[in-house]
Structures are given as C-alpha cells and as structure tokens.
C-alpha cells in the first residue's frame, strides 16, 4: 500500500507536468493565432493591434464561454483553488476530471483571449483533479485521496511559474493548512517531477528575471514596512472587491446569467482600446514595472482598473484563476509607491524593487500564507539579496489584511457557499480518519439467532452497545438496538420462533473506513445511536466507531 501511493505520488506529478505544457501551448497557440504581429511578447502584440481587434477577440472570448455555460446547463465561475480546497478538506478528495478538463481548457482559451484572470487556475485544476481521479480509480483511504489531490494541485502551480519549493509550500499552507512532516514528503516529490518536466519542455529559467536590487539601508527596510500596511489593507480591499462583485452578479435572473461572460468581456475589450495591459493575465504589464519602465500615471490607474475587470470577469463566470491577478495588482501599486518615495525621498533603492515587495504583500494578504507567499516569489525573481525586506513586507501585510478582512481570498469563497473550514489541522491530516477509531465487533449473530439468544446477549452488552446480524460471509444484514424492542416485542405466544432476523434494523445508518471524522460525524447527527457499523464496500462488517471516540478526537 506504501509503496503503491508513492508510486500514484509520481504518477500525479508526472501527469501535472505534462498538462502544464499541454495547457501553456494551447495559450501560445491561441494568443499567436488572435494577437499575430512582428514583435514579441503578448502584451506587445495586443499594443500593435488596431482598436477594433483589442475590442472583438475579447467579445469573441466571451462569447465562447457564454455559449459553453448554455451548452453545460450552469456557469463556469469561481477560481478552481477554492473548490480544490473544498475538495480537500469537506469532500474526501472528490473532483470531478471531465468537467476539471473541460473548465480548464475554456479556461487557457479565454485567457488568451483576453480574460483579465490567470493561466494557473486550470493547471490546478488538471493536477486535482487527475489526482482526485487516480484515488478514486484505486478506492484509496480519504486520507490519501486528499493528499494526493493536495499533490496534483501544488505540481500544477509549480510547474506554472518553475517553483518547486513555493508550489510545496504553497500545497501545505494554503491548501492543507498544516506543515506537517508526513505531508512534506508526498508534495514535495509531486512538484519536483511536475516542475523536471516543464523544464525539460517549456523553459528552466526564473519567471521574471529582473535587475539585482539590495534594500537594506534602514530607510529602506522602513519604507517596505509601510508598504507592507498600506498593501495589507489593499489586500482586504481586494478580496472585498472580488466577493462584492461575485455576490452582486449572483443575484443576475438565471435567464441572463449565461450572457453574463459576454456582457463582461465586452466591457473589457472596450476599456482595452484605451488600456490594452488590462488583457490577459498581465505577466508583461508586471514585467514592466519590475524592471522599472511604467509611467506613474499607469502605475496609479491600473490595478483598480485590473481589480474592477477581474472581479466583474470572475463574477460573470469566466473561469480562471486569481493568483496571477493579484501579483499584477501588488506589483503595480508596490512600483506606485516605490516611484512616490523616490520623488519625496531621494536617493533610494529604483521603484522596481517595491513593485517586487508590493507581489509577496498582495499575494500573503489575500491568501494569509505568508511562509509561501515569499517563497514563491523568491523563486519566481531569483532574487535572494531581497528575502529579508520580502519576509517583513509579507508578514505585515498578511496580519494588516488579516485584520480588515478575516477570510482569504479563497476561505471567502466557500464562506459564500456555507462550507465552514475548521479552524485548526483537522485529524485525517494525521490519521486515516474512520479506520484510526474503528473498534472490533466480538459478538456477532446469524439471522437465525433464537430470541430468547437475542435478548440475554443483548443484556450483557456494556450501555450504548449494540448487537449486529451478519450472514455466513460476514456482510452485515441489520443491527439490533435493545431501545427498539421496547414496546415492539411479538406475541407472547410467538415468542419461540422469532429470530434474529425478525426484530433487526436494516434500515439504519453504516459507515465506510474512508470517511472522515467530520463525514462521521455528520452521520452520527443523523442517529440517537452511540455506536455505528463500520463496513466495506460489499457490506462486510469491520468494527464499530463510537460517538464518543470521534467527539474527543475529532477536530470540526
């Protein structure tokens, strides 16, 4: 069993990879094939194009999504990491691989397009749900199919952006919520054969590759910290925005609600005529104000510019993700700054080094994971002079943010769905749920068992304990529960030749040993019983798990 979840480990990240560089040539392919001019890079092209295309292929992007949300009978909206976590932590791991395909594929397409949202949600996407799909195919425990789909997730994002070690992180802090060692090993090795094989396919280079910058004089290191607040705060901004927008187009008549990607590209493809960096996903747009070549004006107007058209994208159902959005936006506002303080104060280090500080503030305020936030940015730059005024920005801003707006970015969108995330590591992190409180059952009965057996055994059973009829295979046929004889006896008369078979309760409520604490938990609010069977999938029974068990060591 060991050997054969290692196995799935490098399975899932060899498939992540692979999906990656499948997925990014479709966007190359794409945006070449709408924005073909003779210089490079997107955002260059989209320049070089005429007014009208930069208004048209986004209408025709929209357009598509529109007519696939017609065609799929419900929109396509959110960002994949959320339903990646709800997957995770309330769903045993279950992701569904077709309609992931389906959405990532629309997804790369209208980002290519135009869509203001980013590539990296539909390699997440791919990576889950291929790993959701291998657990399920092989019935693996719910622990294992949550960590391998945890696994195919991180691979995604690190073969997206070449970072092994901030896509790891990432997995732990922000989709598992813990660091533990026994999930280090699994993620680590997932985003290392992701991230061999997009190297050896698409590129080994960092993400943006920028000018050495050194921020250590204490003016500096002053400066980042009050880039950090003020960044933490236009992080709450950020996520207030994107749910304002998402609950406001929500509330659209079904009726309309497919026509509503059209309606927003259509705006965003008007805005391009006079904004062409608000189209896709911005990487040159972030480019540029790293390396110090944006204008103030821009670096103002932008990123509310970008968040009004990301949020009302995302809203509309446009699926893609929102991770590289918020790079552009703290990138932007960070080279804003940077250019702010230059002209107040002289003498410091080039606004590209903020607009560097102001990625790793954005990206730990909305998702509140400050540890992977500075790691992946760290690798995404290769900048490693600048780890000490990164690791202060993101930790102010995560807590400045933290403060103004309790839920991430991504905790806030299954708050909308009333999926309630616990509060702490919940127990399957470290143990196989159902199986870590199963108990074995000592007395069993044929359902050919007198009554008179029935009664006296059931009298000798400790309180709360109840009594299980089993056939000659050992698959359960029914449970006896002494409460429900009462007032329900036969016939004195018929005493003698009633069974086993005649006073149990097919009816009642099993488990299976891949539950979780909370799923068991839910059963058991479902029954007055104290203890519930325990059974496989052809119904045999394994034990017992009580309620109290799961009451003391479950975490909810």
């Known amino acids: ?50 007014p009208w295309r930069r208004f048209l292929v986004p209408v025709l992007g929209g ?43 629309i997804s790369i397409v209208a980002v290519a397009l135009g869509a203001p949202l980013g590539r990296e949600g539909a390699l997440l996407q ?32 690190a073969s997206a952006y070449n970072v092994p070690i901030g896509g790891a992180l990432f997995g732990l802090e922000v989709l598992l919520g813990s660091f533990a060692l026994e999930l280090f090993g699994p993620i680590v090795v997932s985003c290392v054969v992701a991230t061999l ?37 236009a992080s709450a901004l950020y996520v207030r925005v994107i749910n304002l927008l998402s609950d406001t187009l929500d509330k659209v008549p079904r009726r309309f609600q497919a026509l509503q990607p059209l309606v927003a590209m259509s705006l965003v493809g008007l805005a391009a005529i006079w904004l062409p960096e608000l189209l896709g996903n911005g990487y040159d747009a972030v480019n540029a104000a790293l390396l110090g070549r944006m204008s103030l004006l821009l670096l103002a107007l932008l990123p509310l510019a ?12 446009v699926p893609g993700g929102l991770f590289t959005p918020s790079l552009f936006y703290g990138a932007l506002l960070g080279g804003a700054f940077g250019q702010v303080a230059g002209m107040l104060w002289p003498g410091g280090a080039p606004s ?16 509140h994971a400050s540890v992977s936030a500075v790691l992946l940015i760290f ?30 970015l991504y905790t806030s969108v299954l708050n909308r769905r009333n999926v309630r995330m616990p509060a702490s590591v919940p127990h399957w992190l470290r143990e196989e749920g159902t199986r870590a409180l199963l108990k074995p059952v000592h007395q069993r009965l044929p359902p050919s068992a007198p009554f008179q057996e029935v009664v006296v055994l059931l009298l000798e059973q400790p ?73 496989d999938h052809e119904r045999r029974l394994l034990g017992t798990v009580s309620k109290s068990d799961v009451l003391q060591r479950g975490q909810f």
């Open 463 to 535: 309180p709360g304990t109840d009594l299980y009829v089993t056939d000659e295979h050992g698959r359960l046929l029914g449970t006896i529960v002494l409460d429900d004889l009462k007032g329900h006896l036969p016939d004195h008369s018929l005493l003698e030749a009633t069974v086993a078979a005649d006073v149990m309760d097919s009816s009642l409520p099993v488990i299976t040993p891949e539950l979780s604490l909370a799923e068991v938990a839910r059963s058991f609010g479902k029954t007055a019983l104290e203890c519930l069977p325990v059974v």
């Open 352 to 367: 590209g080094a903020y607009a560097l500080l102001g990625m790793v503030a954005v990206l730990a305020g909305t998702t």
């Open 379 to 408: 690798e995404m730059t290769a900048d490693y002079d600048l780890m000490l005024p990164l690791m202060l920005c993101a930790v102010i801003s995560a807590a400045v943010s933290r403060r103004l707006e309790p839920e991430s």
């Open 1 to 50: 069993m060991e050997k054969r979840f290692w196995v799935l480990v490098v399975a899932v990240g060899l498939i992540s990879g692979v999906g990656a560089v499948v997925l990014l040539r479709v966007l190359r392919i794409t945006q070449h094939l709408f924005w073909r001019s003779e210089v490079e890079g997107f955002l260059a092209g989209v320049v070089a194009s005429p």
């Open 306 to 317: 970008r968040l009004l058209a990301t949020s009302m994208c995302a809203g509309a159902g």
């Open 63 to 105: 357009g598509l999504v529109s007519l696939m949300t017609l065609l799929v009978g419900r929109p396509l909206r959110g960002h994949g990491t959320a339903g990646i976590i709800e997957s995770i932590w309330v769903k045993a791991g279950e992701l569904p691989l077709p309609r992931a395909l389906f959405r990532g594929f």
């Open 126 to 157: 791919t990576g889950a749900a291929s790993g959701s799909a291998l657990a399920r195919r092989l019935r693996l425990p719910s622990g294992q199919a949550r960590l391998l789909v945890a696994c195919g997730a991180a691979a995604g994002i």
């Open 197 to 233: 094989v997009s190297r050896a396919l698409v590129a080994d280079h960092p993400s943006y590759v920028i000018p050495h910058y050194v921020l250590t004089h204490p003016r500096e290191l002053l400066l980042a910290l009050l880039l950090g607040v003020l960044v933490g705060a």
